[in-house]
């Protein structure tokens, strides 16, 4: 009992003071110690490509196509045979006794006054310069021999995709550096890559921490949370190039906590951790770290708001992010200090997020000292008036503050309150959804309506 209020007076010292710095100090800190740049190469199968990044330029082995081919139905024809044809005056040709559709090797020579049936991807037969759509022809007997009408001149090389036309042995058909989407899979098949040499995705090792968290799925109890963080954290991840691999929860246990860490730096190319980075009495992150020294912890503590008490810490060339425990803290801070860095090992170029001009309808009280990052959904003014953009009032501890905003504005650090009317400028969270109408009522204890 003797020992409570020793320990008592200790946790509420808060050794662990923050030494804040700005956000670009902070940025620029953690890049110092990193090489941002992709971890290494390997080689996955062409089904399994969607969404890599190329590490070498793909050159083309062969022609494609590979072969000169109609584009439509019809004949293939000499177009000397068919000058002057027309509806009045059609000129007459003899049909081949072979059909060429896709896969045929042609056997017969379109000899003068003759042409060949040929679909659509058909390999057009050697003597035959153009094709001839079957719409602008007509088939009659002749003798007991068919005969084709041709009522419309071809000229040389209509409704043929030459061998090479599309893509030619030795050209580029990728560089490197080159996202790859649907698009570009099928330009990769269509020269026969059945596998493909792309940077590696870096593996990042996730770890919520807190006595009070319970992963989703389990009984929860008094005083306890769902870990929300981990599950929005895995997929950001994913989203920004990497892989995520959960290492579970940490208690409130300096050498768990370690272990974990430790854990994550022999497997992984980054640790993540979620909680614990701040001053207060229960926040051991900070501690499971301090031992590393080279560099070790490089910031703790950033002017914003949301995502203050973020930690940042380099060590064997691997980086290690203390992210604040509140969802819509971590998930900010995620964004602006840790997907820029995974999308770099990842191979891929920074992100362009997209912004709207908007204006506040109402005034924004803000906290001088810190850049603060507003959440805001966007409505939709009249047909000529810009966009407004409302406050998200929920606070950082709020999962659904960041979820549900359409984007945010900066408002700067300096600053400690915004007009009604003020042109902004919101940088968006993926895909806006602008909202038709906006209620804002009151929480008056008193009402009775």
Known sequence: MNDIPTALRSLARQEQFLDVVDRDTATARFHRHLKLRPLGAETVPLSQALGRVLARAVIADVDVPGFDRASVDGFAVRADDTVGASERTPKALALNGEILTPGTVPQLTVAPGTATLIATGGMVPRGADAVIMVEHTETRDDDGSTVIEVRRAAAAGQFIAFAGSDLARGETVLRAGQALTSREIGML???GCGAVEVWRRPLIAIISTGDEIVAPGELIRPGAVYDSNAAILAAAVEEAGGCAKALGIGPDDEAVLSRLVDEGLATCDMVILSGGTSKGAGDLCYRAISSFNDPGIVVHGVALKPGKPLCLAVTGGKPIVILPGFPTSAIFTFHEFVAPVIR???????????????????RIASE??????????????DSEGPLAAYPNTKGSGAVTAFSQAD???????????????????VQLIGQAHLAGLVIIGSHCVGSTC
Do not use: C, D, N, W
């Open 189 to 191: 098949a269509a020269v």
């Open 407 to 425: 984007g945010f504005i900066t408002i700067g650090q300096h600053v400690e309150s915004v007009p009604a009317g003020t042109p902004v400028e």
């Open 368 to 381: 001088r000292g810190r850049t603060e990052y507003l959440m805001v959904s966007l409505v939709r003014g």
């Open 344 to 362: 770099a090992f990842a191979g891929l170029p920074p992100e362009q997020a997209e912004r709207r001009p908007a204006r506040l309808p109402m």
